[in-house]
């Protein structure tokens, strides 16, 4: 980017900024809202002060400021969960006031339903097509094996649909998987997902919430098409030393946290592995010798998660966030043939934290991102290996600007450097006889520059406005993408708000991957050559009702969003280890709306949610490059789009030591391809005569709508220390053992005396009947 | 020695359509949560489909049959009404005629037959013509490619005995490296008319010009007669072969994007190529 590209767009920006104003005495508080036992921030809280109508929340860091008229005023902190804590200050000059909120019950404090944000908060706030979730609500539910997914819970939410059963996968409002801005602690996570996309990497003892952005994207956030899922890790216990794990039926975690030395900080240090390798390995020992008998290669994944929190000063802190996790996929056989097949995420980032006054703080943060695969094979003295990989080394930095009651700035910039080894293969002798290899690799600056302004115009609209200018290099192909956000609430009651917003994303590096579900093998491909950047547009508009007293909260979104140079792959595209791998991409556009319904409840005894959506999602992709396109060049419906999708989630606190869970799902049948046609092939010699499948249209077949129930039982048991807690968590995943279509594939019906084909037939193919499951979680 | 053989025979266990489709096979075995359904397919209109391969010094011989409905009855359908033209590099006309057999030596079918044999040599053009009385045309054209010599077969055991102890086979030959090549490669035991035991295809695009070896698994015992045969392919029937495998892997695997069949005719489905091979017979000893 040239320095005159820069000056302009920091001109543009400061345009954007407010002009103060100065209307009466007025003075800022400021601080951190945390939970008292366990001294983590609370993202989402409110400081309110009620007789005047003034509040605000609480950022991903707990942080909040809040300026008020001088004088005497009541100030009340809440977080749904937590005592509110009212107090009152005498405002004379700027002042910092933390508040610490004690839990609204100290029994069972596990299974009370915490959501980030109050119904009243989200009634208020100008960000629509948000989902917060805190590791407590997705710890809750009945899941698959038992293991906790927080992505899995995502896909409970209206306009989020999986890739599939059992996967946690996100396909958020026609968004493919490769749009989502997956982010840890502020680094990139590429590969969100174990075993084939069955599990997802993050492991919930070491996360503390999960934000997901559907759409309205704040301007900090850039990169990806579709939807930003923004985690943050468990900065650990700041009082005493902790141990907390689980035990499972196929996994078991442990987590150790504490404070730091003088208590300048807090540590947390968490895993989780399965073992699924030491049953199969048991297998094979049992049937070893036997001459018909193949042995079941090990696999099993682990996630390491670290995170130091540490207090440089009055007005500096410093977090470090680590994440290691890998599959490993192993085999080797007696006949010295050995296949090695390890994936994983490396992420490391730094943030410190710094706060100028009461109205301006910053985080910088530095981040490392790896996703790597790794295949090896040996056999006899020859050995094969072959890998890819992303490394992405990144600076960004935050700013947040309280200029007065009215005005909430934040600006900043971001700077990435990708590195993409596409495709690295080696193969070798022992002897010398064989060394060949191909290594493909490329590079690309990624940057944005952001502002926005948060504008409560009134005490019914409040608007929230912005600019992202992003720009991507690779080589001698440079991209610019100026991306303006937008979104407003006006109240037109109190308890009735109308939101909108808009948002134009660009996306620089793509996700090679021509199957439906996410691989390892997938690879990232950065914009050049004809590979231009993908961009997409959303609008939504949406009505909030707070019903029941404030205990229910009603909301209907309406949302279209269109994408330009979306990207496929022409049949039979070659993609591993092609040096000209963008000649095998195909290019299209894509368009998806949908209405969105959904009703929550937070407090009480009983509470949950009920989501409908519906909606339309479509791709085309005309004839190019020698081809007919896709589809013949007509619009057709990717494999994730469903026309309905009804969520119903419920959990009811029976008494202090039982919680019933449940969740029923139904979703429209997926969109699938299936061979219209046939002819026999012969071959060059007629022995190996058979039928071969012929496609003519894309995903015209729709399989049967898929509906599943699960039920849980959280059953809290007298903990094995004084202080600590335990409890057995059950699920039944599938409860009603639905065979749901995974997938449909036709079969040959042979006879069996002549061995001819009789007729065809099509099967369904169903993945998970009913599975029940026991987890045992301790903490102390 | 084995320049080759770990890629081509341990890559395709990595690509994605194979990883899919082990993981499909992993899940259909162990969940057996299998049922039949019924699907309606909508209408497909058969087409032509035909298939010939030229080779030199032999009668050509070609099938024509007709596509049909993925659920319809397995017969075979047989088009009685199509008329076929093989235009020879000399541009004379030669029509084949409608007469359906079996050719003995290999159990293949066949519905149309040239009356002499043919003689092709690589470089040379030949075109085909089919079509029928409702009006459906195919046409192809297919230029023989040049004969890559085989330069050497070997073998070699492992270290264990009695039904453990087992051979692989390498073969090398030279690349050209002045174009993109494109390679069939076979092993067929005792007899080449039965399914080959390994089979695959491959490109030279990341090692053109380079002396490639081929190989195999530990898979052949003592005594084991093959035919090692090694097909240069020109590119449209390399893609046809690609794209019938990735047709049919599709079928069955949840993680496959389908794709099309590449024909290498216009006007229908099929293949009209040229062969040019050459075949080694070794006993493992």
């Known amino acids: 980017m040239t320095l005159r590209f820069i000056i302009c767009l920091s001109g543009l920006l400061f345009m954007l900024l407010p002009a103060p104003v100065w209307a009466q005495v007025q003075y800022t508080i400021s601080g951190y809202v945390r939970a008292a036992n366990t001294g983590e921030a609370l993202p989402g809280a409110t400081v309110a002060a009620p007789s005047l109508g003034l509040g605000a929340t609480t950022d991903d860091k707990g942080y909040y400021v809040l300026t008020l008229p001088s004088g005497p005023q009541q100030v009340v902190a809440s977080f749904i969960g937590y005592q509110n804590q009212p107090q009152t200050i005498t405002l004379t000059r700027n002042q910092r006031t933390n508040f610490n909120l004690a839990e609204a019950t100290n029994t069972l404090g596990e299974v009370v339903v915490q959501g980030s944000g109050t119904l009243e908060q989200k009634l208020q706030t100008t960000q629509m097509s948000l989902e917060r979730l805190t590791t407590r609500e997705a710890k809750l539910l009945p899941a698959l094996f038992g293991e906790v997914d927080l992505l899995k819970t995502l896909q409970l939410k209206p306009g989020v649909q999986n890739g599939g059963e059992g996967t946690s996968g996100l396909f958020v409002r026609g968004g493919s998987a490769d749009q989502n801005l997956f982010l840890v602690d502020d680094a990139v996570v590429y590969n969100p997902s174990h075993l084939f996309g069955l599990f997802s990497v993050f492991n919930p003892d070491a996360v503390q919430s999960v934000d997901l952005y559907k759409g309205g994207f704040p301007a900090q956030y850039g990169g990806r098409l579709s939807s930003v899922v923004d985690v943050k890790m468990r900065p650990g216990e700041p009082e005493k030393l902790g141990l907390s794990g689980g035990l499972g039926l196929i996994s078991s975690r442990l987590t150790l946290e504490g404070p730091l030395p003088n208590k300048k900080g807090s540590w947390l240090l968490s895993g989780r592995r399965t073992y699924f390798d030491v049953f199969t390995r048991q297998i094979n020992k049992l049937n070893e010798g036997q001459d018909d008998y193949n042995p079941i290669p090990d696999y099993y994944f682990y996630d390491l998660n670290a995170k130091v929190n540490y207090q440089l000063g009055a007005k500096d802190n410093l977090f470090i966030t680590g994440y290691l996790g890998r599959d490993v996929f192993g085999f080797g056989s007696q006949n010295g043939f050995d296949f090695n097949f390890n994936w994983g995420n490396t992420v490391g980032s730094a943030r410190w934290n710094h706060v100028f006054n009461r109205r301006l703080y910053v985080n910088t943060t530095a981040a490392i991102t790896r996703y790597e695969y790794n295949i090896s094979n040996a056999l006899d003295q020859f050995s094969f290996n072959l890998a890819s990989d992303i490394r992405d080394l990144s600076l960004r930095t935050d700013f947040d600007y309280a200029l007065n009651d009215r005005h909430a700035v934040k600006f900043g910039a971001t700077l990435t450097d990708h590195r993409f080894g596409t495709g690295r293969l080696r193969a070798g002798a022992e002897d010398g006889s064989l060394n060949l290899g191909s290594n493909i690799n490329y590079r690309g600056q990624e940057a944005g520059l952001y502002a926005s302004d948060n504008f409560r115009a009134s005490d019914k609209l409040q608007l929230d406005y912005g600019v992202r200018l992003s720009g991507f290099q690779s080589g001698s192909d440079r991209y610019v993408g100026v991306e303006p956000r937008a979104s407003g609430r006006y109240s037109l009651t109190s308890r009735t708000s109308l939101k909108a917003s808009y948002a134009l994303m660009y996306q620089y590096v793509h996700l090679v991957s021509n199957s439906g579900a996410s691989l390892p093998t997938d690879i990232w491909y950065p914009s050049r050559g004809s590979v231009k950047p993908q961009r997409s547009q959303q609008v939504a508009t949406g009505v909030s009702f707070l019903l029941g007293n404030g205990r229910y909260l009603l909301t209907n979104e309406v949302y279209y969003k269109w994408a330009q140079r979306q990207i496929d792959f022409k049949d039979g595209a070659q993609l591993f280890v092609n040096p000209d791998l963008d000649s095998e991409f195909l290019f299209g556009r894509g368009w998806a709306y949908g209405n969105e319904i959904y009703v929550e409840k937070k407090t009480g005894r009983t509470t949950g949610w009920i989501g409908y959506t519906l909606s339309w999602t479509k791709r085309q992709f005309p004839a190019q490059r020698g081809t007919a396109g896709i589809n013949n060049g007509n619009p057709f419906y990717p494999n994730y789009d469903r026309r309905h999708n009804l969520t119903v989630v419920g959990l009811h606190r029976l008494n202090h030591r039982i919680q019933l869970t449940g969740s029923l799902v139904y979703t429209s049948g997926q969109a699938t391809t299936l061979p219209l046609g046939r002819f026999v092939l012969q071959d060059v010699y007629g022995s190996d005569a058979s039928a071969v499948p012929i496609y003519p249209q894309r995903n015209t077949y729709r399989l049967a709508p898929y509906h599943r129930l699960d039920l849980g039982l959280v059953y809290k048991v007298k903990p094995l220390r004084e202080g600590g807690e335990s409890d057995f968590t059950f699920s039944v995943y599938n409860a009603y053992n639905r065979r749901n279509p995974y997938f449909v594939y036709f079969d040959q019906v042979k006879d069996k005396s002549t061995n001819t084909v009789t007729s065809y037939r099509a099967r369904q193919v169903s993945l998970f009947p009913v599975i029940p499951s026991v987890t045992y979680n301790f903490k102390f | ?285």
């Open chain 2, 1 to 285: 020695m084995l320049t080759r053989s770990i890629f081509q025979t341990l890559a395709p266990m990595i690509t994605r359509r194979s990883l899919g489709y082990t993981l499909a096979g992993v899940l259909l075995a162990s969940c057996g949560l299998q049922k039949d359904i019924d699907v309606e397919l909508p209408a497909y209109p058969a087409q032509l489909v035909v298939e010939c391969y030229l080779e030199p010094n032999r009668v050509p011989r070609m099938s024509v049959t007709e596509s049909g409905s993925y659920l319809a009855e397995p017969t075979p359908r047989i088009p009685q009404d199509v008329k076929v033209v093989l235009t020879l590099p000399s541009g004379r006309h030669d029509t084949l005629d409608f007469k359906p057999g079996i050719n003995l030596a290999t159990g293949k079918a066949y519905t149309h037959i040239g009356r002499s044999r043919i003689s092709a040599s690589p470089g040379q053009t030949f075109q085909l013509e089919a079509y029928d009385t409702q009006g459906r045309r195919v046409t192809g054209s297919a230029t023989m490619p040049a004969i890559v010599p085989i330069d050497k077969v070997e073998w070699k055991f492992n270290d264990l005995s009695g039904e453990q102890r087992k051979a692989y086979v390498t073969t090398q030959f030279q690349d050209p490296g002045n174009t993109v090549d494109f390679y069939r490669f076979q092993i067929h035991k005792s007899t080449v008319a039965t399914d080959p035991e390994v089979e695959y295809t491959i490109e030279d695009r990341l090692n053109n010009g380079t002396n490639y070896t081929l190989g195999t698994s530990y898979e052949f015992q003592t005594n084991d007669t093959l035919f090692v045969t090694l097909y240069h392919l020109n590119q449209p029937y390399f893609q046809f072969l690609q794209s019938v495998e990735e047709a049919r892997n599709a079928n069955g695997n949840p993680f496959a994007q389908p794709s099309a069949v590449r024909s290498t005719v216009e006007g229908g489905i099929g293949v009209f190529t040229v062969l040019s091979y050459q075949r080694q017979r070794i006993i493992v000893r």
